[in-house]
């Protein structure tokens, strides 16, 4: 090839990339206008990569009945985009905090400052989602959360941060509810706490809230196990807990440690009466790998499938999500598809996208309960803490390798198993 | 109590047999190559997985698939260290350090991306090695007692090929003095890939048995990994009857730690006892030279 020829190619396809670039981004303002940008913190990378595409899409669910229209009873389902601004798209940007506290803060940051999203959602575990609502609430933008439950992150009283979901605090009140039913229903006594807990943040405040109740509740702690996470063996908490003879065992453990527990208590013969677990064994691959040892556990849940049976909407979310998504949409995806949901319903409110519109408009916000996918009588802010009043959990059992609603009674589709049948029985 | 204590001890010295194993193969790659496989753990790891995807795909029981897992992580330790170890053998430590800690990093998120951040148990056949003992009042797992006893015999296995045979003496000889072992006509470069591949097999043999009650995820090898360090510095690095006994050591330690004073803080008095080790005889371990 000649030297004019190749630079004159070269000249062409210049002009070509500047006429690409001012078309697009031409296209680019005039999609702007109408786009309404939101960030959502996930942690895409590390060992919780498999939950944080979980949560996105459930994000993505409410995103699209957001936007799109729908042949069912929803809010936003029968419009597309948001009704008060001219039909507005919300665009969900995501980003990747890795499980990080520093880098979730610092993502809440770039999302602010350089991507321009009016408010944020995420971001899963509650140590991160701490730092970047303290990025949030430094720029004054509304931050959202669905998904972490540490009691604390609404304690803060901060001025831009609401949650929707319920916290672990209140779910150990229902556990000692549960307890207390249970006793009437069965005329057993179940007064005998042994508590095992993991040792790091989430583990210490679920622990520190039991201690707490079982005095308000009239329970005795007979014994309180702090373990660590990851420990390659756990005989020596079991046989601890087995010998001081506990009718009921609560333990805040995450999923493998909770495998194993399943598999030391086996081995030990150890079934106490009743066995609630507060941690993630919610999670399937926990009855996947466990089968027929999962069961009777106890375990709190925000959600559970069998709940379509109360509530008509459910039926219509959990189908579309498989078509969509091509899973079943597992707790985790409903905890998050309630932020984007709130945050439309406010913006659509404030008609507006400034942030002390949207925050105000949060205040007020009363979502009735047939619009949440969870099990509670609606959505409404503490105008103190901002935590939802009506957030609640629902304590599901594991049956025949399913899980099923045990209580609130309102809510319950099958009866307890109780006690905690012995293993050689099984 | 006495029920506890024998509870403890029992499952102490079961957990211990298993620990001595891992710490092996990495004492040995050590004493020999003189390079610390930060990877170690990782092989742990995939060790487990090749357990559970042979339970789950071909119906194998961990207890008959550990024979064709042994050879093919052989091969494996063989072909990892054709590739990647024998580039790095003369390099500076920290290029050494660097290289197989990638290599760790890589392999676990490797692990992830394949077979997806789940836990998992490997599915058993063989029903009869399942279940629960009575032992001196207190049940012990059957699993767990095939592991210890597993973990026993790859261990005298791998003893007696290090001792009494020629290959193994021509191991110990380049452990001693790699130069001397060249001078007298031992082709290193030989008996380092059969290191390497044989400290690989006995970790993923540990893998395997360990895959018979313990869950698989793909970070699971890094607890086992950092307890396999304090085991290996406790009997001294390099020592392969160091690595036995610091290995029951460690699983005694940590059952009784746990059950006598508190669980919270059974890792800090497995390693509070290395450090001990470490500072008395800072060189050597217990049985090091």
Redesign the interface.
């Known amino acids: 090839m000649r030297k004019d020829e190749r630079g004159f190619i070269v000249k062409r396809g210049f002009i070509l990339l500047c006429v690409l670039a001012l078309v697009l981004s031409l296209g680019g303002t005039v999609l702007a206008d109408n786009v309404i940008k939101i960030g959502a913190i996930y942690p895409f990378t590390g060992p919780m990569a498999g939950t944080a595409q979980m949560l996105k899409n459930g994000v993505l669910m409410a995103v699209d009945i957001i936007n799109n229209k729908h042949d069912f009873d929803f809010l936003f389902a029968d419009t597309e985009g948001i009704p008060s601004l001219n039909g507005a798209k919300i665009e969900v940007i995501f980003a990747d905090s890795a499980g990080d506290p520093k880098t979730g803060m610092s993502e809440a940051e770039r999302l602010i400052t350089s991507e321009g999203v009016v408010a944020l959602v995420g971001c899963y575990q509650s140590s991160v989602t701490k730092t970047a609502s303290q990025a949030a609430e430094r720029y004054g933008i509304p931050f959202v959360n669905g998904d972490s439950s540490s009691p604390q992150l609404t304690e803060r009283n901060f001025k831009w941060f609401f949650r929707s979901d319920p916290h672990d605090g209140l779910y150990v009140r229902q556990q000692f509810e549960h307890l207390v039913e249970l006793e009437k229903q069965t005329g057993e006594s179940l007064r005998r706490i042994g508590l095992v807990y993991e040792n790091t943040e989430t583990g210490s405040n679920v622990a520190k809230a039991t201690e707490e109740l079982a005095k308000e509740f009239g329970f005795e702690l007979v014994e309180k196990i702090a373990y660590t996470t990851g420990a390659t063996n756990l005989s020596s908490e079991s046989t601890r807990l087995m010998a001081s003879k506990p009718d009921v065992v609560m333990m805040g453990a995450y999923i493998s440690d909770q495998i194993l527990f399943a598999k030391t208590f086996k081995t030990m013969r150890f079934a106490p009466k009743v066995w609630h677990n507060t941690g993630a064994p919610g999670e399937p691959d926990f009855i996947d790998s466990l089968k027929g040892d999962a069961n009777y556990l106890f375990l709190r849940q925000g959600f559970c499938a069998d709940q379509v049976e109360n509530k008509p909407v459910l039926v219509e979310v959990l189908q579309r999500f498989r078509d969509k998504f091509g899973h079943e949409m597992m707790a985790d995806a409903v905890r998050s598809f309630h932020a984007p949901i709130v945050l439309a319903d406010a913006i659509n409110r404030a008609g507006s996208t400034e942030p002390e519109a949207i925050r105000q408009a949060l205040l007020e916000t009363d979502i009735p309960g047939k619009y949440c996918l969870s099990p509670w009588e609606g959505i409404k802010f503490d105008p103190e803490t901002h935590q939802n009043i009506y957030g609640k959990y629902i304590i599901c059992q594991i049956q025949e390798e399913t899980f099923y609603t045990v209580f609130p009674s309102a809510f319950a589709t099958r009866g307890p198993v109780f006690p905690f049948p012995a293993w050689e029985d099984r | 109590?006495n029920?506890?204590l024998v509870?403890?001890l029992l499952?102490?010295l079961l957990?211990g047999f298993v620990y001595s194993l891992i710490a092996l193969g990495l004492s040995l790659i050590y004493g020999v190559m003189d390079v610390v496989n930060f990877a170690h753990g990782e092989f742990l790891m995939l060790g487990m997985f090749l357990a559970y995807w042979f339970s789950v795909l071909f119906r194998l029981d961990p207890l008959i698939s550990i024979f064709i897992i042994i050879p093919l992580l052989f091969v494996v330790g063989v072909g990892v260290y054709k590739g990647l170890i024998k580039r790095i053998l003369n390099g500076t430590r920290i290029s050494q350090i660097l290289t197989t800690f990638g290599l760790s990093v890589f392999m676990a998120n490797m692990a992830?991306f394949l077979w997806?951040?789940?836990?998992?148990?490997a599915e058993r056949t063989l029903t009869r090695a399942t279940g629960?003992l009575p032992i001196f009042g207190?049940?012990?797992?059957i699993p767990?007692v095939i592991a210890s006893l597993g973990s026993i015999i790859v261990f005298a296995l791998a003893y007696y090929l290090i001792r009494f045979t020629r290959t193994g003496r021509a191991i110990q000889a380049t452990s001693i003095d790699s130069e001397g072992a060249r001078l007298v006509g031992i082709n290193i470069d030989n008996i380092y890939a059969i290191t390497f591949g044989l400290g690989i097999s006995c970790v993923g043999a540990a893998g395997v048995l360990l895959a018979t009650?313990?869950?698989i995820?793909?970070?699971v090898g890094?607890?086992?990994s950092m307890?396999a360090f304090a085991t290996v510095a406790l009997g001294g690095f390099g020592s392969v009857e160091g690595s036995f006994v610091a290995g029951i050591l460690i699983?005694i330690i940590?059952?009784?730690?746990?059950?006598f004073i508190?669980?919270?803080v059974?890792?800090a008095i497995v390693f509070m006892t290395y450090m001990v080790v470490i500072i008395l005889r800072p060189a050597t371990g217990l049985f090091g030279w």
């Open positions: 109590m029920v506890g509870q403890a499952s102490g957990m992830m997806t951040p789940n836990y998992r148990l629960d207190v049940h012990v797992g767990e009650f313990y869950y995820f793909p970070y890094t607890f086992f307890i699983g940590e059952s009784l730690g746990g059950f508190s669980p919270a059974k890792y």
